[in-house]
């Protein structure tokens, strides 16, 4: 689908190649996104040792990490929704969903850097387990692919909205 600018005349080409890649990044934070939340279910932390060895996982009740899968399935969601948008003007990336990846990758670090102290009498019993681990390598995976996805994106086409009648945009 091609829309004509009313200004300069420029063509916007729904099928250029640098949308496919913007739209298949978006795609990819989405499928992270999802990930993330399956990573929620698996155990992120461990308190003692031996047979008194309890696991936590990143849903388990009052546990920060559940910000962590939050921010990373709003960001997913947010981009896959961006992608899907067929609206001239609209779309994807932005940086709201790379803002909210990168959060989710600060909470997540600052999550495993924090154990030791999440209380006085635990403290270095704390361990990590694979889930915050998965978290943190999907959530910069994430973070990084929205913001590749955000760096190449070109705004240089314009497309004339100032026209009122039916199919203003289309071409």
Avoid: C
Avoid at 10 to 39: A, P, Q
Avoid at 117 to 134: D, K, N, R
């Amino acid at each position: 689908m091609a829309y004509t600018s009313g200004t300069t005349g420029s063509t916007y080409n729904d099928h250029d190649t640098s949308l496919k890649r913007e739209r298949m990044l978006s795609m990819i934070g989405g499928v992270l996104g999802v990930l993330m939340f399956v990573w929620g279910f698996l155990r992120w932390f461990n308190v003692g040792d031996g047979p008194d060895q309890h696991k936590y996982s990143g849903y388990a009740f009052q546990m920060p990490t559940v910000a962590v899968v939050g921010f990373s399935l709003a960001a997913g969601l947010i981009a896959v929704l961006g992608a899907t948008e067929r609206r001239p003007g609209r779309g994807v990336p932005s940086a709201i969903p790379t803002g909210m990846a990168a959060t989710s990758l600060l909470l997540a670090i600052a999550i495993w850097l924090g154990k030791g102290s999440i209380s006085p009498t635990l403290g270095s019993a704390v361990g990590v387990e694979i889930g915050l681990i998965l978290a943190v390598i999907t959530a910069a995976l994430q973070t990084v692919v929205l913001a590749v996805g955000l760096k190449s994106r070109h705004d240089d086409r314009t497309v004339d909205f100032s026209r009122s009648s039916g199919g203003s945009a289309a071409r």
